[in-house]
């Protein structure tokens, strides 16, 4: 894929950009590594003013920086603007709580035969981000705003169709005070990525992305014994039963579903309905679906922009084509939009089994699953019917069944009543083949820390 940045909204390319030579990118990993011999020892202050002043420099520049999102991804303005305003959050969130989260912890040395002991985690080294396009800033400031408050250096690679926003990132790092270093760019192509795994400075590395993509970093950074965080797909199931609020879970399925275009990996995906209120709940989520404003994502009229490329429109088109030969029902969408750009409408398909590949494969557009269960016990099971394990929904005002979905669910989380999203303050993460390890919160921070035992006698 090139390196460029191509307007999702009319299809046109509007820069491209050279890919840097191995050299430039050698020179690039030399850097990060002779500061971090540096920038490990400065303190978590230094690092929370650089940190306070990135959040400051996001905030001013939101307008500007938006505008780039939006014509690199096509995301539209408002939830641009919402995406840069949470990276402040989570900057300032670290900013704050790094010292604490990676304080020494005692331990009660009478009890391991010392004067003293204690746990001390301190940073790798130089960490490779892999980073998508469709949060082209929270990806990797979640990922950033830890790593270099623990300590690391960071190296980004992109994703190919964000170049403006990759190169920004590094910027804003540098004009807010950070050494020299500290967090680079490298615009490479995937196939370069191996190479710099490879590369002995290079201690971990973080990916979020396909699956293909985080079996390929897995795989060498096994064989090289480095470590890594993954964050790939997920088919995240919404659960609707009977003691639900009907009105407020169909409300909220039509964001969870829509969201970012469509294109969200905890995007609820999976709609399971028991059939006390499938009904009723079908009417409101056909209802609210069907009334979204699907056009230019500058406009502030606009629900839903396009999504990202031709072969995002033709893999979701496909998904909804081939449920249909196999039997599905199209509730509303599912007629790709005439004229520039790459449009798909929002779509609910019912009727879903598992001869269909919307059943297993992850659907990255705005096209809900919509299935019927008779039974908690047939929600559960029909949730859990996926190789991914991100997020999940269950709307109950039923204790039990809250429990029953907070402990069954195969997932990274669980949200009950609400919509799976992502806070600095909690972990975030999969099982299953939705990935392994943990961004944000206090586990976030610390997967790339050495967590060093210290006794002394």
């Not at 629900?303 to 490329?309: E, F, Y």
């Not at 991914?388 to 809250?402: I, K, M, V």
């Amino acid at each position: 894929m090139a390196i460029a940045t191509t307007n999702p909204a009319t299809g046109q390319v509007v820069k491209t950009f050279d890919p840097m030579s191995d050299a430039e990118v050698d020179t690039r990993i030399a850097r990060a590594a002779e500061t971090f011999a540096a920038y490990r020892r400065t303190s978590f202050a230094e690092r929370a003013g650089w940190m306070r002043t990135a959040a400051d420099l996001l905030d001013a520049e939101a307008e500007t920086t938006a505008a780039t999102m939006t014509l690199e991804m096509g995301k539209t303005l408002i939830s641009a603007r919402a995406e840069i305003a949470k990276c402040a959050r989570a900057a300032r969130f670290y900013a704050e709580h790094a010292a604490s989260f990676l304080a020494d912890e005692p331990v009660d040395p009478d009890q391991v035969g010392a004067v003293r002991a204690y746990t001390r985690y301190q940073p790798l080294g130089v960490v490779l981000a892999v980073m998508p396009w469709n949060f082209p800033l929270w990806q990797v400031v979640r990922f950033a705003a830890p790593a270099l408050m623990a300590g690391n250096v960071g190296l980004l690679k992109h994703a190919s169709n964000v170049p403006q926003t990759a190169l920004y990132l590094e910027d804003v790092f540098a004009r807010a005070g950070f050494p020299a270093g500290a967090f680079q760019t490298l615009l490479i192509g995937g196939a370069a990525v191996d190479r710099v795994l490879r590369d002995p400075r290079v201690a971990a590395a973080t990916l979020t992305g396909s699956e293909a993509a985080g079996q390929a970093v897995a795989a060498t950074c096994g064989h090289e014994i480095k470590k890594t965080v993954l964050e790939l797909g997920g088919s995240d199931p919404f659960v609707v039963m009977p003691s639900a609020d009907v009105a407020r879970a169909a409300e909220v399925a039509v964001t969870a579903r829509c969201q970012n275009n469509g294109q969200s990996c905890i995007a609820a995906k999976r709609f399971i309905v028991h059939t006390e209120v499938y009904e009723e709940f079908t009417r409101r989520f056909v209802e609210r679906m069907s009334a979204l404003v699907v056009g230019d994502p500058t406009d502030p009229g606009t629900d839903v922009g396009p999504l990202v490329n031709e072969d995002a429109r033709v893999e979701i088109e496909g998904l909804v084509t081939d449920a249909v030969e196999h039997g599905a029902s199209l509730l509303c969408g599912g007629q790709r939009w005439d004229g520039p750009g790459y449009y798909y409408p929002p779509t609910i398909v019912a009727g879903v089994t598992p001869a269909m590949r919307l059943y297993t494969e992850e659907s990255f557009g705005p096209v809900a699953a919509l299935y019927r269960v008779g039974s908690l016990d047939e929600a559960i099971t029909v949730a859990n019917a996926t190789s991914f394990g991100l997020g999940s929904n269950a709307w109950t005002t039923d204790r039990d069944e809250q429990e029953r979905f907070a402990n069954e669910i195969e997932a990274g989380a669980v949200f009950i009543n609400g919509m799976t999203t992502s806070y600095p303050q909690l972990p975030f993460g999969g099982i299953k083949r939705s990935g392994y390890g943990r961004e944000l919160s206090t586990h976030g921070i610390r997967e790339f820390t050495n967590v060093k035992s210290v006794w002394v006698g």
